[in-house]
C-alpha cells in the first residue's frame, strides 16, 4: 500500500468517525441518554467522543493488520531509525569522500595544470638555452676567426720582423764589408777601377755585338733539337758515345748552309754530362739541343746542350694504345685504357675520320712521353694503314672496337718511327 492510498483511507475514515460521532450524539441526545451524574447533553457529548475514539482505535486495528509496511514500520521503528541513521552517515561519508575525491581531482587537474605550466616554461627554458648556445657558438665562431686572422696577422708580422733582422743583418755586414772596403789600400782601389773600365769597355763591346745580331739573321734557334742519341742498357764508356753523338752533330751542321761548326765548349760540357749519367735497366735516350742562338754573321760556333730520358715502357706490348668504338650513332675515341672519351667521330672509317683523329693521336702521343721526328716535329702513326683497311673495317656489323695494339713494348724513341707499326685489331664490344 502506497502513501497516497494510507492518505486517501486517513481521510475518509477521519470523515466516516466525524459523521458518526455526530450520529451518535445526535441519537445520545434524543433518548437523552444519561452516564452516571452527566446530563443527558453531557453524555451525548461523551458517547460521540468514546465513538469516535472506538471508531479511530477500529481503523488503526484494521490498518495495522491489513497494511504490512504500516506494521512494519511500527514494530520495526527503532532498527528503521538506526538504520536510516547509518544510511544518512554512510551518505555522509560517502558525500565526504565524493568531496575529497572531487578536491582530489580538482587538485590532479591543477597538478597536471601546474605540470603542463612547468613543461612549458621549461621547454621555452630549453629553447631559450639552446638559442643561447647556438648564439654562443656562433661568438666562438666568429672569436675563433677573429683569432684565427690575429694570429696570421701575427705571423705576417713575425715575417716582417724576420725580414727587417735579416735585412739589419745584411746592412751590418754591408756596413762592415764598406768599413774594410775604406779600411784597404790604394791598390784595391785601383783595382776597383780597373774593373770599371773593363765593365765600360765589356759594356761597349757588348752593345756592339747586340747591334751586330739585331742587323743578323738567326740561322739556328734557341732550344732547337739536333739529335736523339740512344744509349742501350748496360753502354760502357759513356763518353766516347757521347762523342760519336757530337761527331754525327758536326757532320749533320756542315751540311747546312751555311755551314756551322761545334762551339768546342760542348765537348768538355759533353764529358762533365756523361760523368754524371747513369743509364737504367731499359737503356736511355739523349737529347742534344741547341743552348744558344746562332746567326747569320756571326762567329760563334754551336753550343750543345746535354739532357737524357730514362726509358721504360709507355704501351706495353699487347696493350691498347687508343680503342675506337664505333655504333651506329658514332664512334667514340679512348685513349690508354682510359674510361673518359676523348673524340667523337662518325660511324665511317674515311679521310675525314682519319684527317680529325690525326691531331688527337699526335696530342695524346706527345703528351704519353714518345719524342717526335726532329724535322717535322711530329710523331709516326697508324692512320694511312687505317685509311687503307677503311672498306674492310665498314663492312664489320655495328658496334665493334678498333684497337690499335702495340706489337712491343713501346718507349719514347718508338714515337719517332714504330708507332706507325701499331697493329690494328678488330672486336665485339665488351658487354
Not at 163 to 171: G, N, T
Amino acid at each position: 500500500m502506497t502513501i497516497a492510498i494510507f492518505i486517501l483511507v486517513l481521510t475518509l475514515v477521519a470523515g466516516l468517525v466525524a459523521a458518526a460521532g455526530d450520529r451518535m450524539g445526535q441519537l445520545a441526545a434524543k433518548r437523552k441518554i444519561r452516564i452516571g451524574k452527566l446530563r443527558p447533553r453531557d453524555a451525548s457529548r461523551l458517547v460521540a467522543v468514546l465513538t469516535g475514539m472506538a471508531i479511530s482505535l477500529v481503523t488503526f486495528g484494521v490498518v495495522f493488520a491489513v497494511w504490512s509496511d504500516f506494521r512494519e514500520a511500527l514494530t520495526r521503528y527503532r532498527e528503521t531509525k538506526n538504520n536510516l541513521a547509518t544510511v544518512l552517515a554512510e551518505r555522509d561519508g560517502m558525500l565526504g569522500e565524493i568531496t575529497e575525491a572531487r578536491q582530489g581531482r580538482d587538485d590532479a587537474i591543477q597538478a597536471q595544470q601546474d605540470a603542463e605550466q612547468a613543461q612549458q616554461d621549461a621547454e621555452e627554458l630549453t629553447t631559450a638555452a639552446q638559442n643561447r648556445l647556438l648564439a654562443v657558438e656562433d661568438q666562438l665562431l666568429v672569436a675563433d676567426a677573429q683569432i684565427k686572422a690575429k694570429e696570421d696577422e701575427l705571423a705576417e708580422k713575425q715575417k716582417e720582423v724576420d725580414k727587417i733582422q735579416r735585412e739589419l743583418a745584411a746592412a751590418r755586414q754591408e756596413m762592415q764589408d764598406i768599413a774594410r772596403i775604406k779600411e784597404g789600400d790604394q791598390i784595391q782601389l785601383d783595382a776597383l777601377r780597373n774593373l770599371k773600365n773593363q765593365a765600360i769597355k765589356d759594356i761597349e763591346r757588348l752593345n756592339a755585338e747586340i747591334e751586330e745580331i739585331a742587323r743578323s739573321k738567326v740561322v739556328l734557334e734557341l732550344g732547337k733539337v739536333l739529335l736523339y742519341h740512344d744509349l742501350p742498357a748496360g753502354t760502357a764508356n759513356l763518353s766516347a758515345s757521347l762523342q760519336e753523338a757530337i761527331d754525327t752533330v758536326q757532320i749533320n751542321m756542315l751540311r747546312r748552309k751555311p755551314p756551322l761548326k761545334i762551339d768546342p765548349d760542348s765537348i768538355p760540357a759533353a764529358q762533365q754530362f756523361a760523368a754524371e749519367l747513369s743509364v737504367g735497366g731499359n737503356g736511355a735516350v739523349v737529347i742534344i739541343r741547341n743552348a744558344r742562338n746562332v746567326f747569320e754573321n756571326g762567329d760563334e760556333g754551336v753550343l750543345l746542350d746535354f739532357s737524357a730520358i730514362q726509358l721504360a715502357p709507355i704501351v706495353r706490348s699487347g696493350s691498347d694504345f687508343m680503342t675506337i668504338t664505333v655504333t651506329e650513332q658514332g664512334s667514340s675515341v679512348r685513349v690508354l685504357g682510359r674510361d673518359e672519351v676523348v673524340l667523337s667521330l662518325g660511324n665511317q672509317v674515311n679521310i675525314d675520320f682519319t684527317q680529325r683523329l690525326d691531331p688527337l693521336f699526335q696530342r695524346e702521343a706527345l703528351a704519353a712521353g714518345f719524342l717526335p721526328d726532329i724535322t717535322t716535329g711530329t710523331v709516326s702513326h697508324p692512320l694511312n694503314e687505317l685509311l687503307f683497311q677503311a672498306e674492310k673495317l665498314n663492312a664489320n656489323a655495328r658496334p665493334f672496337v678498333i684497337h690499335l695494339r702495340a706489337r712491343q713494348n713501346l718507349t719514347a724513341v718508338d714515337g719517332i718511327d714504330n708507332l706507325e707499326k701499331l697493329e690494328i685489331v678488330v672486336s665485339g664490344v665488351p658487354e
